[in-house]
């Protein structure tokens, strides 16, 4: 294991992955983004397949899970950590970065709206995201310091039913594309011409979404912006990888049945990676 020391980032701390958490697949939509930005960064994902979906959990569940997976990230190595859970990051931010201070950068989500306000032509925009981010604290801030002195109306929604769809690969089935449907069909009704993805399962929705509803909404993820962030941070400490470096890898670890995951992981990096193990 690399020495974990913020002071003087050593050879082998530069050379580490950078741990990428989400309750399940969905954090690897922020992992395609991280890798066209960070092509020379090996990545090590943990994804807590056996207790996904968070969004339903209470406020202290998901901050325990949050810490156990944060802390096995950093126990394997890793020179920083992506929160790519919107729920996650929504009740654990804090925390984690008062736990772990230099020794350990930590970046988070919080659903997008800044781009949706700046670009909304109605003066409505619409955020999906699961029960959990929706009463988060982080999300109710950037509410009231973005878009409520734009005069931008948010408008709502959640359902228990998506991220289950990613989880067991039906994202492309027709009763996904219903349940969409029923979900965003009111917010466009309301006028909304923004959708922001408040949750990182979504932007594997993106297909069934233009089926469910055609172009009513422009869709909006955080992943590009995480990944920008997460480029800052990097440099901030000192911890990019330099070029000519060894060939990154990207390797997985799942707390639910690995055989389950495997082709669902295919399937959703895909992505030029050298290598791809299972942790
Ligand atoms: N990808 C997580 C998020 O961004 C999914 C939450 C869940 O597990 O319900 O919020």
Not at 55 to 60: I, P, T, V
Not at 77 to 85: F, I, L, N, S
Not at 186 to 196: H, K, M, N, S, T
Request: glycine share 6%; net charge negative; hydrophobic share 45%.
């Amino acid at each position: 294991m690399s020495q974990l020391s913020a002071e003087i980032p050593d050879t082998a701390r530069i050379a580490a992955p950078i741990g990428v958490f989400d309750s399940g697949m969905g954090g690897l939509s922020v992992v395609a983004e991280l890798h066209r930005q960070l092509p020379r960064e090996s990545i090590l994902y943990y994804a807590d397949t056996a207790h996904v979906p968070y969004g339903s959990r209470s406020d202290a569940e998901i901050r325990e899970l949050t810490a156990d997976a944060v802390a096995w990230l950093f126990q394997a190595g890793c020179k920083a950590v992506v929160v790519a859970c919107n729920t996650a990051s929504a009740f654990s931010l804090t925390s984690l970065r008062q736990h772990y201070g230099a020794r350990l950068p930590i970046i988070g989500l919080v659903p997008a709206l800044k781009p949706a306000v700046a670009a909304t032509q109605s003066g409505v925009v619409a955020v999906l995201a699961t029960a959990g981010t929706l009463r988060g604290d982080l999300f109710n801030t950037v509410i009231r310091q973005i878009a409520e002195p734009a005069g931008v109306h948010v408008l709502t929604a959640f359902s228990a039913a998506l991220v289950p769809f990613v989880e067991q690969n039906q994202h492309h089935s027709i009763e996904c594309e219903q349940e969409l449907h029923r979900v965003l069909q009111p917010l466009c009704a309301a006028g909304a011409d923004q959708l922001v993805l408040g949750c990182t399962h979504y932007p594997f929705l993106s297909p069934a979404i233009g089926r469910a509803i055609g172009t009513q909404l422009t869709l909006i993820d955080s992943g590009a912006a995480v990944a920008r962030q997460t480029v800052r941070v990097l440099i901030d400490h000192g911890l990019l990888r330099p070029i000519h470096t060894q060939p990154v890898f990207f390797q997985y670890a799942v707390t639910g049945d690995p055989e389950h995951a495997a082709p669902i992981v295919a399937q959703l990096v895909a992505l030029p990676f050298r290598r791809v193990m299972v942790y």
